[in-house]
């Protein structure tokens, strides 16, 4: 079993910055991937960014691109999300979920854990 909790979120102005974090601990797998989803009032999942482990890089959503940023802390088994010029639209619940794959897949079912999630909210 994998425990994620995640921090971080809150109120913020459109144009502001959040960074949320998600600890990862328990039995992690050599191979996983780690991403963050949200979702809004209404609306399915969605994916935002993930970061293989292995050190393959990142991948984002076009929504986030070039106004997220995830980024990984090994020694901590911390994976972060910055997030930068924010919108109202951006408004939702932040899911950090942990996937025992190699690749970075985009869809929520192939998660295998899931944090609590944490409340980002963007004021226009």
């Known amino acids: 079993q994998v425990q994620l909790v995640e921090s971080g979120g809150g109120l913020v102005q459109a144009g502001g910055s959040l960074n949320l974090s998600c600890a990862a601990s328990?039995?992690?797998?050599?191979?996983?991937?780690m991403g963050w989803f949200r979702q809004a009032p209404g609306k399915e999942r969605e994916f935002v960014a993930a970061?293989?482990?292995?050190?393959?890089?990142?991948y984002y959503a076009n929504s986030v691109k070039g106004r997220f940023t995830i980024s990984r802390n090994n020694a901590k088994n911390t994976v972060y999300l910055q997030m930068n010029s924010l919108k109202p639209e951006d408004t939702a619940v932040y899911y950090c979920?942990?996937?025992?794959?190699?690749?970075?897949?985009?869809?929520?079912?192939?998660?295998?854990?899931w944090g609590q999630g944490t409340t980002v909210t963007v004021a226009s």
């Open positions: 979920a942990s996937a025992n794959l190699a690749i970075i897949v985009t869809t929520p079912w192939r998660y295998s854990f």
């Open positions: 970061y293989n482990w292995n050190g393959d890089g990142a």
């Open positions: 328990g039995r992690t797998p050599n191979r996983y991937i």
